[in-house]
């Protein structure tokens, strides 16, 4: 909840600052201009649709990536759940083994590169375009994203570069260049370049201006209206404070913030349920329904399958290879290990958190129906469901907590924060070691990009760079087309790795750390 002195604060800053010249925006303009000039081809190419659907190839990369290794490991993802579990908990682990974080603080900092305005904004557009069955097809996207993220991170471990000071470096640029030099397959080092390449571009704009621009957007939408550079000084400066310190000091930060934003935003979501607790069959009734019949909702059935898929997709990133970096740091000798916890994150991700967000938008019943057949309303243009007040997006999320309690929308202000700012943290990590693959380790290379990172956290939140996000957010999923070609070539690397661990396991070899 806001406070009386915080408005104050947010106020005096306001008054100190000065409005946004003409000439700004001319800037802004300009930039946008040349980016769609020269960029627009690529983001098409990228999010472009199969022919003849509305369903964007990407979308399906990723889904037909997930069910082919879904397949390959045999559900590795519901086999070795509790054992992931104890893995977090730190039941097999051991201080001496080689790494910086461990499995907690790894599954922690890659959380919270993917728990953010995606779970809050996203999924109330999935669910306002393909109605509530969306949330099915959504859940079912992220289980099976599961073992995406159990290949690519058991790879990253695998074939990280470990130093003498105790530093490691991993990742898909890694595991491309090792693992394809090592089964005697040409174009390793080319996929890695252009892997990192994606990885900085990604890091830049999606995982670090378009936080910022969002968090200033909604800190305005509560305390009012003041220049976007202030806001981007101070997360610049507090991010700066945190990021210095590595991924060490970024994985102590993320161990804090993410359990706390995670009870924060379920919680808020639970109570709301909880208050409608006589609607929740109602719900899941409607999320079962529309997910095989549309109930009325844009493109139906397909509809709601189209909009399930790419929320899950676009929020836990599972095949976009980016956790693996994250993951790569963990401290273990058993690279299969840190596989079996981040195969957890897609679960968090999108069948918690964004199952949650959808929960609460279908039993505050802001989706507007027609008494008379129980079927949704479309809006005037018949591309999504009406909805109450006609709000879409973070506004549609926005009303559903308010519509219970007046002051959650402020909760829900309070989280997009946090989100953006873990968002940032991990993201400069993954774009850092994107950075350092392709210049070469070193503190002082390594302080370059984190200078230019913070640059760009103040222009995210002062600017509004449409286009350049745009690309940012092609160049994400550009590196999902990377991974993926490699994770093929790889996965019975990975499958040998698997069954080693688990024979090991049931023998007896592999036992709890005392």
Same mark, same amino acid.
């Not at 609460?360 to 129980?374: A, R």
């Given at each position: *909840?806001?406070?009386?002195?915080?408005?104050?604060?947010?106020?005096?800053?306001?008054?100190?600052?000065?409005?946004?010249?003409?000439?700004?925006q001319?800037?802004d303009?300009?930039?946008?201009?040349?980016?769609?000039?020269?960029?627009?081809?690529?983001?098409?190419l990228?999010?472009?649709?199969?022919?003849?659907?509305?369903?964007?190839?990407?979308?399906?990369?990723?889904?037909?990536?997930?069910?082919?290794?879904?397949?390959?490991?045999?559900?590795?993802?519901?086999?070795?759940?509790?054992?992931?579990?104890?893995?977090?908990?730190?039941?097999?682990?051991?201080?001496?083994?080689?790494?910086?974080?461990?499995?907690?603080?790894a599954?922690?900092?890659?959380?919270?590169g993917? %728990?953010?305005?995606?779970?809050?904004?996203?999924?109330?557009?999935?669910?306002?375009?393909?109605?509530?069955?969306?949330?099915?097809?959504?859940?079912?996207?992220?289980?099976?994203?599961?073992?995406?993220?159990?290949?690519?991170?058991?790879?990253?471990?695998?074939?990280?570069? $470990?130093?003498p000071?105790?530093?490691?470096?991993?990742?898909?640029?890694?595991?491309?260049?090792?693992?394809?030099? #090592?089964?005697?397959?040409?174009?390793?080092?080319?996929?890695?370049?252009?892997?990192?390449?994606?990885?900085? !571009?990604?890091?830049?704009?999606?995982?670090n201006?378009?936080?910022?621009?969002q968090?200033?957007?909604?800190?305005?939408?509560?305390?009012?209206?003041?220049?976007?550079?202030?806001?981007?000084?101070?997360?610049?400066?507090?991010?700066?404070?945190?990021?210095?310190?590595g991924?060490?000091?970024?994985?102590? %930060?993320? $161990?804090?913030?993410?359990?706390?934003?995670?009870? !924060?935003?379920?919680?808020?979501?639970?109570?709301?349920?909880?208050?409608?607790?006589?609607?929740?069959?109602?719900?899941?009734?409607?999320?079962?329904?529309?997910?095989?019949?549309?109930?009325?909702?844009?493109?139906?059935?397909?509809?709601?399958?189209?909009?399930?898929?790419?929320?899950?997709?676009?929020?836990?990133?599972?095949?976009?290879?980016?956790?693996?970096?994250?993951?790569?740091?963990?401290?273990?000798?058993?690279?299969?290990?840190?596989?079996?916890?981040?195969?957890?994150?897609?679960?968090?991700?999108?069948?918690?958190?964004?199952? *949650?967000?959808?929960?609460?938008?279908?039993?505050?019943?802001?989706?507007?129906?027609?008494?008379?057949?129980?079927?949704?309303?479309?809006? $005037?243009?018949?591309?999504?469901?009406?909805?109450?007040?006609?709000?879409?997006?973070?506004? !549609?999320?926005?009303?559903?907590?308010?519509?219970s309690?007046?002051?959650?929308?402020?909760?829900?202000?309070?989280?997009?924060?946090?989100?953006?700012?873990?968002?940032?943290?991990?993201?400069?990590?993954?774009g850092?070691?994107?950075?350092?693959?392709?210049?070469?380790?070193?503190?002082?290379? #390594?302080?370059?990009?984190?200078?230019?990172?913070?640059?760009f956290?103040?222009?995210?939140?002062?600017?509004?760079l449409?286009?350049?996000?745009?690309?940012?957010?092609?160049?994400?999923?550009?590196?999902?087309?990377v991974?993926?070609?490699?994770?093929?070539?790889?996965?019975?690397?990975?499958?040998?790795?698997?069954?080693?661990?688990?024979?090991?396991?049931?023998?007896?070899?592999?036992?709890?750390?005392?």
């Amino acid at each position: *909840m806001i406070t009386n002195l915080t408005r104050a604060v947010f106020g005096a800053l306001a008054l100190t600052g000065l409005a946004a010249p003409a000439a700004a925006q001319s800037i802004d303009e300009t930039v946008n201009r040349i980016f769609a000039d020269s960029t627009g081809w690529f983001v098409n190419l990228i999010f472009s649709n199969f022919p003849g659907t509305s369903f964007p190839w990407i979308v399906g990369w990723l889904v037909i990536g997930a069910t082919v290794f879904t397949l390959y490991f045999g559900f590795v993802q519901f086999r070795v759940a509790r054992h992931a579990i104890a893995l977090v908990k730190g039941d097999y682990s051991d201080p001496n083994n080689a790494g910086e974080v461990s499995h907690f603080q790894a599954l922690a900092t890659a959380l919270s590169g993917t %728990v953010g305005l995606g779970n809050i904004a996203g999924v109330a557009v999935a669910i306002g375009i393909g109605g509530p069955g969306a949330t099915f097809w959504m859940i079912l996207a992220g289980l099976m994203g599961m073992a995406s993220k159990f290949t690519e991170c058991t790879l990253g471990v695998k074939y990280r570069n $470990e130093y003498p000071d105790g530093r490691v470096s991993g990742g898909p640029m890694y595991y491309l260049t090792k693992g394809f030099a #090592e089964r005697g397959l040409p174009g390793g080092k080319v996929l890695a370049v252009l892997f990192s390449i994606f990885c900085i !571009l990604g890091a830049l704009g999606g995982g670090n201006m378009f936080q910022a621009n969002q968090a200033h957007q909604q800190i305005t939408g509560v305390v009012g209206q003041y220049p976007g550079w202030i806001t981007g000084i101070i997360f610049a400066g507090v991010v700066y404070a945190v990021i210095i310190g590595g991924i060490r000091s970024i994985a102590k %930060v993320t $161990e804090k913030i993410v359990p706390v934003m995670g009870i !924060l935003y379920v919680g808020t979501a639970l109570i709301i349920i909880a208050m409608n607790y006589h609607l929740i069959g109602w719900a899941f009734g409607q999320i079962f329904a529309g997910a095989f019949t549309g109930l009325g909702v844009a493109g139906g059935m397909v509809g709601a399958l189209i909009q399930g898929f790419k929320r899950a997709a676009f929020s836990n990133e599972a095949g976009v290879g980016s956790a693996a970096i994250a993951h790569s740091a963990v401290k273990t000798n058993e690279p299969i290990t840190e596989g079996f916890v981040s195969l957890l994150e897609p679960f968090i991700d999108t069948v918690v958190v964004c199952t *949650m967000t959808a929960l609460v938008i279908i039993i505050t019943q802001q989706l507007v129906t027609d008494p008379e057949t129980g079927l949704y309303l479309l809006n $005037e243009a018949g591309t999504a469901v009406q909805t109450v007040g006609d709000t879409s997006g973070v506004g !549609l999320t926005s009303a559903a907590f308010g519509s219970s309690i007046g002051w959650f929308p402020y909760v829900l202000a309070l989280a997009v924060v946090l989100f953006a700012f873990s968002t940032m943290i991990t993201w400069s990590y993954y774009g850092l070691k994107a950075w350092t693959f392709l210049f070469g380790e070193g503190e002082t290379k #390594e302080l370059v990009f984190k200078v230019i990172f913070c640059i760009f956290v103040v222009i995210g939140a002062a600017a509004q760079l449409g286009p350049v996000i745009d690309f940012s957010d092609a160049a994400i999923f550009a590196m999902a087309v990377v991974n993926i070609i490699g994770l093929y070539f790889l996965m019975p690397i990975v499958k040998r790795e698997l069954d080693s661990y688990l024979g090991r396991l049931k023998s007896g070899e592999i036992r709890k750390f005392q």
